[in-house]
Every structure is written in C-alpha cells, then in structure tokens.
C-alpha cells in the first residue's frame, strides 16, 4: 500500500508541473525590482557614501552660514538650518549604516539591521522640527517684510549648493539601486528636500532682490517648510514598514516564487514570508516534494533552491521548510489564517 500511495502521489505531482502557477504581480502594488549585491559589498558601499554625505553637509552649513550672515535673507536661513540638521542626520546614518552591518550576536540572532529603521525615526523627527522652525520664520518675515541684501552673493552660493546636492543624490541613488538601504534612503530623502530647499531660496532670494518682492523671500521660505514635512512623512513611512516587518515588493516576491518553482521536484509552495532588516533578506516558504523523497534528497532539493534564490538576492537569510506533496496538514503557527497574503497553496497569490 506504501508504494501505491507513493506512485499516486508520484502521479499527482507530474500532472501538477504542468499547471504550476507563478503569481503576476499587481501593477498597483509592485514596482522594479532593483538588483541587490551581497551585504558585505552593501556594508562597504552605503559606508563610502554615508562618509561623503558628512561631509557634504559640513560643506553646505559652511557655504550657507557666509551667505545668510551677508545678506539676511530667511530663505537662506531656511536652507541652512535645513543643511545644520542634515549634519545631525548624515552623522546619525554614518553610524547606523556601520553598525546594522555588525554580524549577529547572542542578544541579536537576526542581526542589527532594524538600526537603520531607527536612524529613519530620527532623520523624520529633525526634518519637522526644521520645517516647524522655518516656518515660524517665515511667517513672521511675511508679516514684517524685510530687504534681502547682497542678492547676487546669495544667488550664487544657492547655485553652489544645489549643484553639491544633486551631485550627491545622484551617488546615493547609484548606492541605493544595488543596496536598499533605509538609512541612506532616508538621507537621500533629506538632500532631495534640500534640492527644493535650494531652489527655493533661489526663487525668492532672486525676487527680493531684483524686482524688490520683499514677501517673496518668506514665501518660498513657507515652501520649503511644506516641502519638508512631504519629505519626511515618505521618510517615516518607509521606517515604520521596516520596523513592522513590511513584505517585499510583489516583483520579488513573483522572482522568488520563480527561482523555487524552476525545478520540477518541487510541486508546489506556500507561507512565503519576506521582509528586510537593513542589508539582508529574510525569506521563508514551505516547499512541497514528493512524499517517497528521502531526507537526503530533499536536503540536496532545498539547497538548490536555496543557491536559485541567492543568485537574485545574494546574502539573503533562506528558510526552506520541506513539506511531503499531497498533505494538506498545517503547521498551527499564528500567522496561517486562510487567505493570508502569501498563505495559498499551488503558487497562486503565494
């Protein structure tokens, strides 16, 4: 009766090759998947590029400090203390990304990779004090307009650091196709506010000054209030999926269903569970093989699967939980409510 149920169950896993579905993404919910390089070539990247985000910032404060003491204009008081708090947060990121990179340790088993969720937290917090603080300002320098001075300085120092800044996203946006860091995606998000900033303050210094629209000044300093709390909400947005353990995009959760699937002794999966701690992946799913398959095979089966999925997501932390083709028994853990995002069984919505 063993070898009979087993040939069944033989039977129902090759009619099953066939029809296995590989879930399609919703294009209202997925977006491109960017390659991913291993956390240790992410460690010495988001390294390199945190590293020149100080001193960026440093360079910013400096350049902006001699222009709002040279002509008094607040847009240019808005833009520095914009770039005096990016110091604040380009520090706090220098050291988050160097220690969400430390290996795990007894206290820590899945790494320290949620520090740079929490350096996130804190780069939100300072970009709505800022944006608090320039709008008070600037709602009082509209109420008493005053004349900006020196304009053509402002304006070029303004040009100077717009141009720094961009340059800068550029490198971090460069970082963050191949690392997905969340700090330096938060710190990106800060000197992509601190472009608007700049362009502003441009806006308005070049108004007060040439056409003598003293308001214009406060004006844009408003902008770039408004514009900064935008930023930072996108900011929090993302620490807070990081924090609670958000899923992986449906594109990579379609690539990963793909690279399991691709080899035909694996039926069918289910439990798919992803999420993202700093620089490495966390992925578990149950993989269904035949029944007869003896513990060896199924450890050479998941391996393979295992090295499939590494070559997508190089360093990721893999779970692959063998389950026999045909027995539709669940494991009892809290998570597996029917119809669960990532719960299905047969590759559909896995």
């Not at 090759?17 to 990247?45: F, G, M």
């Not at 708090?85 to 706090?92: G, H, I, P, R, T």
């Not at 004090?129 to 709008?135: D, F, H, K, R, V």
């Amino acid at each position: 009766m063993g070898a009979e149920l087993s040939r069944s169950l033989d039977r129902a896993r090759m009619d099953n090759q066939d029809s296995r579905t590989v879930p399609t993404p919703n294009p209202q919910r997925s977006k491109p998947a960017p390659a991913i390089v291993s956390p240790a070539q992410a460690a010495r990247l988001t390294r390199g590029v945190t590293a020149l985000s100080v001193g960026v910032a440093v360079t910013l404060v400096l350049v902006k400090l001699i222009g709002w003491r040279s002509s008094g204009s607040v847009a240019m008081l808005a833009s520095l203390a914009d770039s005096g708090l990016d110091v604040v947060a380009a520090v706090a990121t220098f050291v988050a990304v160097r220690y969400a990179a430390t290996p795990p340790d007894e206290d820590h088993r899945y790494g320290h990779g949620k520090a740079e969720a929490f350096s996130s937290l804190l780069q939100a917090t300072l970009v709505f004090t800022s944006a608090a603080l320039i709008g008070w300002q600037a709602i009082v320098r509209l109420l008493a307009p005053q004349a900006v001075k020196t304009g053509a300085e402002s304006l070029l120092i303004m040009v100077v650091a717009t141009a720094a800044t961009g340059a800068l996203v550029w490198v971090q946006s460069w970082v963050l196709s191949r690392t997905r860091s969340l700090a330096v995606s938060g710190d990106r998000a800060h000197y992509i506010a601190d472009l608007g900033s700049n362009l502003a303050a441009l806006v308005g210094i070049g108004l007060a000054s040439f056409l003598h629209w003293e308001q214009a000044d406060a004006l844009a300093g408003l902008f770039v209030a408004a514009w900064l709390v935008w930023g930072a909400l996108g900011v929090l947005k993302d620490s807070s999926d990081s924090l609670m353990d958000r899923e992986l995009d449906d594109a990579d959760r379609s690539a990963i269903t793909t690279l399991v699937l691709a080899d035909p002794a694996i039926a069918h999966m289910h439990a798919l569970r992803t999420r993202a701690s700093g620089p490495v992946v966390h992925i578990q799913l149950h993989a269904e093989i035949a029944a007869h398959t003896t513990l060896v095979e199924a450890q050479d089966i998941l391996v393979r699967a295992e090295q499939r999925v590494h070559t997508k997501f190089p360093g990721a932390d893999i779970l692959i939980l063998p389950d026999p083709l045909g027995y539709d028994a669940r494991h009892g853990h809290a998570l597996s409510k029917e119809g669960a995002k990532g719960d299905e069984v047969e590759g559909e919505q896995i």
